[in-house]
């Protein structure tokens, strides 16, 4: 299923946190976001901040009421597209078996306590040997190549569409999942959140994503590409397995209730072999692709 949104229907769905973020700006001056926008409120804000931290404070009020200008100003011409399908699918080791397209993982090698296993995504799909068949879904989601080129003219505008366009895919995919979950999927069909409930990800399930902790193999994507052919919504696969436009996200999509995030962490040299004979690549070539995990 493709779907294209306007700006404005994603526009309370961005995660702003990550957007002050990629300004440097810390998690107390993204709270922002939260403030009703009278001057009033947003002066008793700037005054809850101790002196020094106001300055900051002050840069972030700016910041996201010109964000907000932008975003008004980019939806007279752009949406952002997303894609998804379900697939019946199973798990066989550290492997998953999506339609008909395997998908190797990885299985995490730090743990937070002693007592916790050592996890792969692949734990949270029904197994092969079962004989009963579960779903897993793949998704994608872009902006329009376009909107990634304007203002190039004018540095300052350029880096906030560019920081914007980040956020704007990563909505279109939490707009999205929630469909998924209450609909198209509908193992959540009585789920009742609020938007910041879910970006605090407090539904069931999860969507990793590719070249994020727990899908570390940028590579994946062109297996993900094999079952949804990602150009019916304009991304492109560099030879790496990068996605253009580079506001672009993709992952799966897995609804096991006990189902969490985490990283994989530092792997050894025993779990590279044993991942790039499951890729069917060269141990030299997969080093590359993991380097940052090894």
């Known amino acids: 299923m493709v779907t294209s949104y306007k700006i404005h229907e994603l526009v309370e769905y961005i995660d702003w946190l990550y957007f002050f973020?990629?300004?440097?700006?810390?998690?107390?001056?993204?709270?922002?976001?939260?403030?009703?926008?009278?001057?009033?409120c947003r002066a008793q804000w700037l005054a809850s901040f101790p002196e020094e931290d106001r300055t900051k404070a002050a840069e972030a009020m700016q910041l996201f009421k010109e964000a907000n200008r932008m975003l008004n100003e980019l939806d007279k011409d752009y949406e952002v597209k997303v894609m998804f399908e379900l697939f019946d699918s199973n798990s066989d080791g550290d492997n998953l078996i999506v339609g008909d397209v395997v998908i190797p993982l990885l299985r995490q090698q730090v743990r937070k306590k002693d007592n916790e296993p050592y996890l792969c995504l692949s734990d949270y799909v029904r197994p092969f040997s079962s004989g009963i068949k579960d779903t897993v879904g793949v998704?994608?989601?872009?902006?329009?190549?376009?909107?990634e080129k304007t203002y190039e003219d004018d540095p300052y505008k350029h880096i906030l569409v560019q920081t914007l366009t980040d956020r704007l895919a990563e909505a279109a995919v939490e707009k999205m999942h929630e469909y998924v979950r209450k609909v198209a999927w509908g193992y959540a069909k009585?789920?009742?959140?609020?938007?910041?409930?879910?970006?605090?990800?407090?539904?069931?399930?999860?969507?990793?994503?590719?070249?994020y902790p727990?899908?570390?193999?940028?590579?994946?994507?062109?297996?993900?590409?094999?079952?949804?052919?990602?150009?019916?919504?304009?991304?492109?696969?560099?030879?790496n397995g990068a996605m253009y436009p580079h506001a672009s996200v993709s992952g799966i999509m897995i609804s096991h209730p006990a189902s969490s995030y985490f990283s994989i962490g530092k792997i050894g040299e025993d779990q590279l072999k044993d991942y790039a004979r499951r890729r069917n690549m060269e141990v030299s070539v997969m080093r590359k692709f993991l380097a940052a995990n090894l």
């Open 190 to 211: 009585d789920e009742n959140l609020t938007i910041k409930d879910m970006l605090k990800v407090k539904y069931q399930g999860i969507r990793p994503a590719v070249g």
């Open 21 to 40: 973020h990629a300004w440097r700006l810390g998690a107390q001056f993204g709270q922002i976001s939260d403030i009703h926008g009278c001057d009033a």
């Open 139 to 147: 998704f994608a989601s872009s902006v329009d190549p376009e909107m």
């Open 214 to 239: 727990s899908i570390p193999d940028q590579s994946i994507n062109f297996l993900l590409n094999d079952l949804i052919d990602m150009s019916k919504i304009g991304i492109k696969l560099t030879e």
